[in-house]
Nanobody
Framework: QVQLVESGGGLVQAGGSLRLSCAASGTIFSINVMGWYRQAPGKQRELVATITRGGTTNYADSVKGRFTISRYNAQNTVYLQMNSLKPEDTAVYYC????????????WGKGTLVTVSS
């Protein structure tokens, strides 16, 4: 019954910006880490950024200085501000949320497509 829904994807030119949002559509208990992953065509899904409930962030080296992850804990929402976008950022971006206690469930959204043109 739990679902994460992403929004904000689209087509943007290199150097532009997009802001992705993810909101839980159902009740999720004891969420600690939320984050964003992405998967480009023919590639493995990779971590983009994560943020703990306390605000500690972690970024992939490829997006450091360009992307900013943030969250609104009261709504179990997470955001990804993407600036200075590059064509290699093109991918389906997936929202993720993980429980900080048993049974340590991991939830995924269905993804939102980001396309960066040159």
């Amino acid at each position: 019954q739990v679902q994460l829904v992403e929004s904000g994807g689209g087509l943007v030119q290199a150097g532009g910006s997009l802001r992705l949002s993810c909101a839980a559509s159902g009740t999720i208990f004891s969420i600690n880490v939320m984050g964003w992953y992405r998967q480009a065509p023919g590639k493995q899904r990779e971590l983009v950024a994560t943020i703990t409930r306390g605000g500690t962030t972690n970024y992939a080296d490829s997006v450091k200085g360009r992307f900013t992850i943030s969250r609104y804990n009261a709504q179990n929402t997470v955001y990804l501000q993407m600036n200075s976008l590059k064509p290699e950022d093109t991918a389906v971006y997936y929202c993720n949320a993980g429980q900080g206690s048993y049974p340590y469930m991991n939830y995924w959204g269905k993804g939102t497509l980001v396309t960066v043109s040159s």
